[in-house]
């Protein structure tokens, strides 16, 4: 059968008809567009363009067109000298190199100038790897508003419209930028080949599907096995390859190396084995973390790249690379990826004015050694090079140094970094070793090993070799590592939280906690994240008196796993500065807030508590502070961190201005505040307040606390979580279901006491209640022994309240929860089954326990299956708030589910004053103050926990009259319902727009009493009063803050674009991966699994069609249902296999054979194939995801794939 493919002449047929389309449809100067014109020379060879424009026939042609494929370059040599020649000989003012994704117009006659001089216009068109894309919709809708574009522009061109040369000519282009214009259009032509080779070769090849997989989670990435995954790993591997190419290129200019000659190579393989040659030498000239081959390297360049890659050596072969200049080589490297691009090459850069704040806290001398363990790309060794030739020269004018200059040779020598994975190293040192070219006998300590397998002064290996080279021997790759260094600074990777948390297998994690309790003695938490290890092991690197800077998650400031590196920050160090932005996050890739702390190593204790720590809040964007690097010069830059680092080091008291504020707060204080006497050990505190509360907020404390008026929230009242049925389905049911059920009364109501009954009736009126007259119900029922019937008898009647359930808390949108609103009642079953003889509720039971839910964890751990202990609350707590804060309360005991927590007072007279407190704007401060934001994504969050230690009202020291006053406030104020922290204060709607483009001083300039919700204010009012803090300035100052903090956190939520969250895992396409990549699988059952044909059958029967198959045990035996009916029930355990597993692999006709032996042979055999399968899709899944919480996902969907295959 004859193959049908898409080519160069397809794609230029299809352009040329759009092409005509558009000049017609949108009345264009150009007669026409036509396809292999002849041109002859004046020898009489013929050339054919591609494409020509016609102005007007038969001698005005506008413009000539190359379109190729997109693995061809539209800078390279070859193309556009073709294109010229064929312009020039037809006399065609313009011509055009075009491969789909990128056109380039340029202009024929301009003499003098070099080819990319005579470049008018570069267009990036789309993104797209076969001709065959065009036909997709939006591509053809994206070239076809490109073609009107282009076409528009060139008829300005043609006609002459536009003046000469200011806008005709696009500006001269310097070396540096045409070097690397021409290297990212290699990339860009070059990935398509490789990406389409590694698509073909890992269908071909499992183990190498298995090793990308590998390589993938390495790099701390999910591998979905998508094309955009292949995509990403070829960029790299082009990269890779072409900052070997250029990199050799200038090793051969100062070393007087050989050319890379690559004449009569025809196959990529022979090219690779060319290169390495080349790339050899390198190595063994000490450059081996640029040149060493890992697994990338071990990518085949396909030969459909031979050609483009040939033409591009031959083109750097041209280059003298000493005489261009070294510094313009060296930029060339630095712009060779763009920004755009880095993120898809997985490299998360840390801002330059972030790492030059950290390096001004730590690197205070020329001399001082600097470690980064996990340096990325480079960039606070870059920036620390730069630090320490600005302090030799500083201190040197202040004649405190004794050289007027930092050389090279040192700097490079003092500097230290150490990646896990290969591309990040790679660039860490080349972007090092630019900083001077011609000193490339200085090579930079760049180690490409996992940083937690290192250890202080022992020699190391700098990196693997993919195989071995001749004359390298593995002694020669070692390196002595320091024993200490004056400043350890890093960026961990903690910007890929969730998937970094498991990214090592094995127990990695496991075995952190074990090194940090070696070596410092201190139990981490298991929930710690990774980057607080690189606090623990960074710690044994630096020397006494050096400085660690790192910037991470604030999360570790009030999260409890905080604790344990709190004590470790006290007890080894000096906290000199912990910094926090209030109006931006410095990491737009990473969905957390961010603080910087600087550490001092201190082993003298008296020295350590004398210490004060400087808790800052940077109030403006920290770009407002440091100005761009590119708009300043070194010397002004480092001098304006100088002045900021000191006011920061030196400040006493506490501080502020229009800038930032700095709290400073005595280390022996916080570690006072943090110790529990009780438990005799040190069990951590809140640190983040001192960063981000308000001045009223510590007013408030320290009131509270003299006039003895607040007390911890765990004083006075539990926290609880509701129940944990195990089944909600069966216990929680609605009272339409109940009454279709029949259920019993006493199941799902319970008798009020007297008190309970006056208070509905006092604050609910009519609710459904029962009436149970002279409590003839309540005497049989199970509520006999718990209370009397005088207790409850009210005028000779029992009244029954519905078992009210507030089961999620979205059904919490009012201030008063009213009973009757809640949809769903919970079942109470007191009695053992043989006491509900008779009953609808036993029928129910049993029910459910042909559904198994018997059998489930939850209920199987309880005596009876079907027994809830009852818990009941009236004060419920919302766990997760953005601009709305109120708390939700009950004149009533209601039960509720585990997604729900109450406050349960110790005593029924706390009741009013903690629900009048718990919604005063004062609580509002505290969730402000005491809750995290750690995700970044604006919510806030209370950790039950943490709620035990919030400061509440003390009612046991309330006055008569101050109890009045806040019942009366409080009732005033649940009259309407809760509004947003901006109606209540501002008396006005914010929008989100409006919070991202305002400065959150001109939302404090609107706060004005009069403004504030008038019930508000009057229970404000009471609240402060009690705390002794009654003036209007300090209401003010209330609302002020509050205000403000809320602020601040939206802002900085919405301070990343949408565009830059996360991308959503396709778990599917995962699974699907995997489904194919499996070496085992399950054959069909039963007929695979029998060694002869059955003689007979003991049980034939037919199946629906369905994957809701379950199989189970109750008392009546082993059960088999398919699609929600019961199609088998016995005793016979592989009988009820048999049937389950035929079914499950779409059998919709199952008989069982009579011979026992066969039905158990079969049955066994499959088992052990799925479990076989299990464990596959088990690896499978640990060695590609390694985020823990979508594995789980991943595997169900995968085994269900499986039987799908059987199935169809």
């Known amino acids: 059968m004859a193959r049908i493919s898409y080519d160069e002449r397809w794609l230029q047929g299809k352009i040329l008809i759009w092409m005509n389309e558009i000049i017609k449809k949108h009345n264009l100067p150009f007669e026409a567009v036509e396809q292999e014109v002849k041109i002859s020379t004046p020898k009489g060879l013929r050339r054919y363009p591609d494409l020509i424009v016609w102005y007007k026939k038969p001698d005005k042609i506008a413009c000539l067109i190359e379109l190729k494929v997109p693995t061809i370059d539209v800078y390279s040599d070859d193309l556009v000298n073709d294109a010229l020649q064929k312009a020039t000989l037809a006399g065609i003012p313009f011509f055009a190199t075009w491969n789909l994704n990128k056109l380039v117009l340029w202009e024929t006659f301009k003499p003098g100038t070099s080819l990319l001089d005579r470049r008018l216009k570069h267009w990036d068109v789309v993104d797209v790897k076969l001709p065959v894309d065009v036909e997709r919709p939006e591509i053809e809708r994206a070239i076809k508003a490109f073609i009107l574009e282009f076409l528009t522009g060139l008829a300005s061109f043609y006609e002459r419209k536009l003046p000469r040369p200011k806008v005709y000519v696009l500006p001269k282009l310097y070396p540096d930028e045409i070097m690397v214009l021409r290297l990212r259009s290699a990339v860009d032509a070059l990935y398509i080949p490789v990406s389409l080779y590694i698509l073909k070769k890992k269908e071909e090849d499992p183990d190498f599907l298995s090793k990308v997989a590998e390589w993938f989670v390495k790099q701390g990435w999910i591998f979905s096995d998508s094309e955009e995954d292949y995509d990403r790993l070829a960029r790299q591997t082009v990269y890779l390859l072409i900052n070997k190419l250029l990199f050799y290129n200038v090793l051969r200019s100062k070393f007087r190396l050989e050319p890379i000659d690559v004449s009569g190579v025809t196959t990529g393989e022979e090219l690779r084995e060319r290169l390495q040659r080349y790339f050899n030498t390198g190595i063994r000239l000490g450059y081996g973390i640029i040149f060493a081959a890992d697994f990338l390297e071990t990518i085949p360049i396909p030969d459909e790249a031979v050609d483009e890659l040939k033409r591009l050596i031959i083109e750097l072969n041209k280059y003298d690379f000493s005489r261009i200049g070294y510094d313009i080589i060296g930029k060339v490297f630095e712009k060779l990826i763009p920004k755009t691009e880095r993120h898809k090459l997985g490299q998360y850069f840390t801002r330059t004015d972030v790492v030059d704040l950290i390096l001004g806290f730590t690197i205070k001398h020329p001399d001082d050694k600097v470690l980064d363990p996990a340096c990325g790309s480079g960039t606070f060794l870059v920036r620390a090079y730069q630090r320490k030739k600005y302090l030799a020269e500083k201190l040197y004018r202040e004649g405190k140094y004794d050289k007027p200059y930092k050389p090279h040779s040192e700097l490079i020598n003092e500097l230290w970094g150490i990646d896990i994975a290969k591309f990040p190293a790679h660039l860490s040192e080349i972007n090092l070793v630019i900083r001077n070219l011609e000193a490339l006998e200085n090579r930079p300590n760049i180690v490409c090993r996992d940083f ?35 400043a350890v600074v890093t960026n961990p990777p903690y910007t890929r939280q969730e998937e970094m948390e498991d990214i090592f297998m094995g127990g990695y ?9 070696k070596t410092y003695g201190i139990d981490v938490g298991k929930r710690s994240s990774i980057y607080t290890y690189f606090f623990y092991h960074g710690g044994s690197f630096v020397k006494e008196g050096g400085r660690i800077g790192l910037i991470t998650s604030n999360s570790w400031l009030d999260v409890d796993f905080g604790k344990h590196l709190q004590e470790y920050f006290l007890k080894n160090f000096k906290i000199i500065a912990i910094i926090e932005s209030k109006v931006e996050r410095w990491f737009e890739d990473a969905d957390i807030i961010t603080a910087i702390t600087i550490l001092e190593k201190c082993n003298n204790k008296k020295e350590r508590d004398e210490n004060l720590v400087k808790f800052v809040q940077l109030k403006v964007p920290l770009r407002r502070i440091i100005p761009e690097a590119e708009g300043i010069d070194e010397r002004t830059r480092w001098e304006i961190i100088d002045r900021l680092v000191k006011l920061i080091e030196e400040t006493k008291e506490y501080y502020e201005d229009d800038n930032i504020r700095i709290f400073p707060k005595k280390q022996a204080e916080l570690w006072d505040e943090g110790y529990n006497d009780e438990e005799n050990r040190y069990t951590g505190s809140k640190w983040g307040k001192y960063i981000r509360a308000p001045q009223i907020f510590f007013n408030i404390i320290l009131h509270g606390k003299n006039s003895r008026k607040l007390i911890p929230l765990g004083k006075v009242a539990s926290i609880r979580r509701g129940f944990t049925t195990g089944a909600n389905e069966f216990f929680y049911k609605s009272e339409d279901e109940i009454i279709k059920l029949g259920l019993e009364r006493e199941f799902w109501m319970h008798p009020l006491t007297k008190k309970e009954f006056d208070d509905i009736a006092r604050h609910y009126g009519n609710i459904n209640l029962y009436k149970d007259i002279n409590g003839e119900l309540f005497k049989r029922s199970q509520f006999s022994d718990k209370y009397t019937l005088e207790d409850i008898l009210i005028n000779n009647e029992v009244y029954w309240m519905p078992n009210y359930l507030v089961r999620t808390p979205r059904e919490l949108d009012s201030f008063i929860i009213h009973p009757s609103e809640l949809k769903y009642r919970v079942l109470l079953i007191h009695k053992d089954k043989a006491d509900l003889m008779g009953t609808n509720i036993l029928k129910y039971i049993r ?50 589910d585990q997604r729900v927590y109450a406050i349960i007072p110790f005593k029924d007279e706390y009741f009013i004053p903690l629900v009048a407190f718990l919604n005063s704007t004062v609580m509002f401060l505290f969730k402000e103050v005491f809750g995290r934001v750690n995700l970044g994504e604006g919510a806030l969050d209370t950790a039950v926990y943490e709620l035990f230690h919030y400061p509440v009202i003390d009612p046991n020291n309330l006055s008569p009259n101050e109890m009045e006053q806040l019942c009366q406030a409080l009732y005033n104020l649940i009259k309407r319902k809760p509004k947003t922290v901006f109606e209540e204060i501002l008396g006005r709607k914010v929008t989100i727009d409006e919070i991202v483009k305002k400065d959150i001083e001109e939302f404090l300039s609107e706060v004005s009493l009069s403004k504030v919700s008038k019930d508000r204010l009057v229970l404000d009012r009471v609240v402060m009063r009690v705390i002794g803090l009654d003036n209007d300035e300090k209401l003010l100052e209330l609302y002020k803050g509050v205000l403000q903090l809320v602020l601040s956190r939206i802002k900085r939520a919405k301070s990343v674009k949408s565009k830059n969250r996360k991308t959503v895992i396709d778990a599917e396409a995962i699974a699907n991966s995997i489904v194919k990549r499996a070496s085992v699988s399950i054959k069909r059952f039963p007929e695979d699994y029998l060694s002869r044909e059955p003689e007979s059958f003991i049980l034939e029967l037919k199946a629906p069609k369905t994957e809701d198959v379950v199989i189970g045990s109750d008392l009546g035996g082993f059960y088999v249902k398919a699609g929600g009916r019961e199609l088998y029930r016995g005793w016979d355990q592989f009988i009820a296999e048999y049937i389950y597993y035929s079914i499950l692999c779409g059998k919709i006709q199952v008989r069982v ?37 979508i594995r789980e996902e ?15």
């Not at 290192?454 to 320091?482: N, S, W």
């Not at 994690?509 to 090194?515: A, V």
Request: hydrophobic letters at 35%; charged letters at 40%; one cysteine or more.
């Open 452 to 486: 937690f397998e290192m250890q202080p002064g022992t020699r190391t290996l700098l990196y693997e070799l993919a195989y071995k080279i001749p004359d390298i021997h593995k002694e020669e790759l070692e390196v002595e590592f320091p024993r200490d260094f004056d």
């Open 509 to 517: 994690k496991d075995r952190l906690r074990e090194l940090v309790k």
């Open 847 to 896: 029910e459910g326990e042909r559904k198994n839910y018997a059998s489930r964890p939850t209920c199987k751990s309880r005596k009876r299956w079907y027994e809830l202990n009852e818990i009941k609350a009236r004060i419920f707590w919302i766990k997760s708030v953005n601009d709305t804060h109120f708390t939700p309360f009950s004149f009533v005991n209601l039960f509720f």
């Open 1153 to 1189: 054979p009579a011979d026992e032996k066969l039905t158990v042979e079969a049955v066994s055999g499959f088992k052990k194939d799925l479990n076989r399968l299990k464990g596959e899709i088990n690896r499978l899944v640990e060695i590609t995801v390694p985020d823990a919480k």
């Open 1194 to 1208: 991943v595997r169900r969907i995968a085994l269900r794939k499986m039987f799908d295959r059987l199935r169809s």
